[in-house]
């Protein structure tokens, strides 16, 4: 059992002093607010890559109370550099857990504060915007906190890709399907891959910084250009990369990051949004279809809606019915295409895993 009577203090880049209990580990973390108000899936959401260098706010009032347990992840280990919740649990209810979050946050060395009104919070960061924080159960000398918050680097301009991507190559699915994809990895997650094999699929999962040449050896049908952290713009390599493989004229689908890289090398230019998105029920409408999905989101970058509209060799497929932001774009006479949330959802609503169907279609299509 946790010591429930440690304090701890949160201190945000704006002077906001907020005071908790602390959960997890002890000690001091820094790094970008952020808030995701999805009632499921915290497992997901803390392992998610994606989220890498981020201090994140979970809107739901109980957070823990079904446990962990090992298929519920998208990486190695947690990724964020720490939470704020509300009521973080250490009793749990499913049988099939193999621990507590608590535990399991104590193992992952994240630390964290609890007994923080967290929609006053997420109030505050909407009206705000995204900034730094800092939270320590070490010391609860604020202005000790404040100085070393200072010193925080701002994500703006920041490359993180590269920190959260396998350092060696590797391949997963079935060898023999002529359907091989080229993954780029830019913090991909695992069950993103998974909805790739699950269409027999073939892939190879290259480190971030991989050259061109070296991806190109593997001879894939197709190229996916995955979701990570960090500022796109920041990213020169992986934008001259995706040139590349555009130049190819194979099929090319991006996910999140994936998405602004795809519009990077179309110059089309990126910038930092106001808070961000980041939960499980957005509204986007397919443009296309003239359907809507409900998606899982996750970014604090987008791209920029006027360079697309003036763009001739782009296509818009998807926007957000809450703030009209680019959601997906298709590159004209090339079978190029990406989506800024996430349709492999997990967690989250499956409305839009037809996506994957499309790009394995799209492989299919050209090898025939």
Not at 248 to 257: A, M, Q, S, W
């Amino acid at each position: 059992m946790h010591d429930k009577t440690i304090p701890a203090v949160l201190v945000l880049a704006d002077g906001t002093v907020v005071h908790g209990k602390a959960f997890g580990a002890i000690g001091t973390t820094t790094g970008e607010i952020c808030f995701n108000t999805g009632m499921t899936g915290y497992q997901e959401v803390f392992t998610d890559p994606s989220y890498f260098g981020q201090i994140l706010i979970m809107n739901s009032a109980h957070i823990g109370n079904y446990g962990v347990m090992d298929a519920d992840v998208e990486s190695d280990s947690v990724k964020i550099n720490g939470l704020i919740g509300r009521n973080l649990e250490e009793q749990y209810s499913r049988k099939m857990a193999n621990g507590s979050l608590h535990d399991y946050m104590v193992a992952n060395k994240i630390v964290s504060i609890e007994g923080v009104d967290t929609r006053a919070l997420v109030a505050h960061i909407r009206t705000k915007g995204a900034m730094n924080c800092i939270i320590s159960s070490e010391t609860t000398d604020v202005e000790a906190l404040k100085k070393q918050l200072a010193a925080v680097p701002d994500m703006d301009g920041l490359e993180l890709a590269s920190k959260v991507s396998t350092t060696k190559a590797y391949e997963m699915g079935d060898p023999a399907s002529p359907v091989r994809i080229a993954v780029m990895d830019y913090g991909v997650k695992q069950h993103i891959l998974s909805c790739m094999t699950s269409r027999g699929a073939y892939l190879k999962v290259f480190p971030a910084k991989t050259s061109f040449a070296e991806v190109k050896q593997f001879n894939p049908a197709g190229y996916f250009i995955s979701n990570g952290p960090g500022d796109p713009a920041a990213m020169d390599y992986a934008i001259s990369t995706v040139k590349e493989i555009l130049a190819e004229n194979k099929p090319v689908f991006g996910i999140c990051l994936g998405h602004q890289l795809l519009a990077l090398a179309n110059n089309i230019p990126t910038f930092k949004m106001h808070h961000g998105h980041r939960g499980l029920n957005h509204p986007v409408k397919n443009l296309q279809t003239g359907l809507s999905e409900i998606t899982t989101q996750n970014h604090g970058f987008g791209v920029q809606p006027d360079a697309v509209k003036k763009a001739d060799h782009i296509e818009i497929t998807h926007v957000n019915l809450n703030d009209q932001s680019i959601e997906g774009i298709r590159v004209k006479g090339k079978p190029a295409f990406s989506v800024q949330y996430h349709p492999e959802s997990t967690p989250g609503p499956h409305d839009s895993r037809y996506l994957f169907d499309d790009f394995i279609g799209e492989i299919k299509a050209s090898l025939s």
